[in-house]
C-alpha cells in the first residue's frame, strides 16, 4: 500500500479503538508563551570564507546550495568571493545550516528521492 496508506489505514484503526472504547485517545496539553517571555537572538552576520565552509560541511554544490536558500547562483558566488552578504531570512538559513547541518542534509537528501 505505501508508506503514507499504511499510516492512515494505522491512524483509521486508532480512530475506531478510541470510539469503541479499546483506547484512550491523547492528551493534548497547550501553552501560552508571550512574546515578551521569549528572547531570540539576531542571526550572526556571515562572511565569504563562512559560507564556503558552510557549503562545504554540507557537500553541496553553489547550484544546489543556492536552489535550498531560494537565492540564484550568481547570489552565492557573490557571497563567497566576499562582493555581497546575505541578510534578512536567509541569515536565519545559514545559521541553521551551520548548526544543525544533520536537518539540512536529510531534508535535502528527502526532497531528491521524492
Known amino acids: 500500500m505505501g508508506k503514507y496508506g499504511d499510516l492512515l489505514t494505522e491512524a483509521l484503526q486508532e480512530a475506531i ?3 469503541e472504547g479499546k483506547a484512550k485517545a491523547a492528551q493534548v496539553r497547550r501553552v501560552a508563551i508571550s512574546a515578551n517571555d521569549v528572547i531570540v537572538a539576531a ?3 556571515y562572511d565569504a570564507s563562512r559560507i564556503r565552509a558552510i ?3 554540507l557537500a553541496l554544490s553553489q547550484s544546489v546550495f543556492a ?12 557571497w563567497e568571493q566576499g562582493l555581497r552578504q546575505p541578510a534578512g531570512p536567509t541569515r ?13 542534509v536529510s531534508w535535502v537528501e528527502e526532497r531528491a528521492s521524492a
Open 67 to 78: 536552489r535550498l536558500l531560494n537565492v540564484s547562483n550568481s547570489t552565492i558566488r557573490a
Open 43 to 45: 542571526p550572526p552576520e
Open 92 to 104: 536565519r538559513l545559514l545559521e541553521l545550516a551551520e548548526e544543525r547541518p544533520d536537518v539540512v
Open 17 to 19: 479503538d478510541i470510539k
Open 55 to 57: 557549503r562545504r560541511q
